[in-house]
């Protein structure tokens, strides 16, 4: 992603101008208790789901501005899509 364009559909991990937010949005997940924390096979489907839906742009779910890999990281969290995908 440069400055002239935005990345429709690109997670954080994927945009290498943003790695000083995925890297706050890795530990996060690194830290977070594991009775909180999305299994990683899970987390992984989630994140799918999310680069699939046309809600997402430059890692930020336009539903409700969340980075979504923050929010799929939360086992207790869920899509906030009206059709929710997960």
Known sequence: MNGSKRCRRCLLRE???EN???E???FYR???PERLRT???LYEERLLACKACQSLESGTCMQ???YVEM???RADMHCPAA???W
Do not use: L
Request: charged fraction near 35%; hydrophobic fraction near 25%; aromatic fraction near 8%.
């Open 64 to 66: 409700c501005g969340c």
């Open 71 to 73: 929010r799929a990281a």
């Open 15 to 17: 945009m290498t101008d």
């Open 39 to 41: 299994p990683d096979g």
């Open 83 to 85: 059709e929710a995908k």
């Open 30 to 32: 690194e830290t977070m």
């Open 20 to 22: 000083r937010y995925y």
């Open 24 to 26: 706050s949005v890795k």
